[in-house]
């Protein structure tokens, strides 16, 4: 299973970013997707999920009304859309998938698989 995060990088504050994950090496339908986020010096966190659907989201607080999560079933892809940028959304963003789960047990438990991390930094 290989998930592969990319669209990482600068933006001012109040800009915006799309987080691309490709999945590829599993049955995609079968997993929740999720973006997780780990700044520097603190644990990694959750930022969003998606059921294997695509009909039930769930967001962190912190980015609820302003981060989007979406999937493509048919591509094996999930983004994230960040708008309204602040700086404490610098972090590295990793991607994950969990299978035969729901998108708020997800954002309990994690993923069973993760992507390598893309940079986002927002400057102020």
């Known amino acids: 299973v290989q998930l592969q995060a990319s669209g990482g990088g600068l933006v001012q504050a109040g800009g915006s970013l799309r987080l691309s994950c490709a999945a590829s090496?599993?049955?995609?339908?079968?997993?929740?997707m999720g973006w997780f986020r780990q700044a520097p010096g603190k644990e990694r966190e959750f930022v969003a999920t998606i059921n294997w659907s695509g009909d039930t989201t769930y967001y962190a607080d912190s980015v609820k009304g302003r981060f989007t999560i979406s999937r493509d079933n048919a591509k094996n892809t999930a983004d994230l859309l960040m708008n309204s940028l602040k700086p404490e959304d610098t972090a590295v963003y990793y991607c994950a998938a969990r299978a035969y789960t729901t998108a708020q047990a997800m954002a309990l438990r994690g993923g069973n698989y993760w992507g390598q991390g893309t940079l986002v930094t927002v400057s102020s």
């Open positions: 090496g599993l049955t995609f339908s079968n997993y929740a």
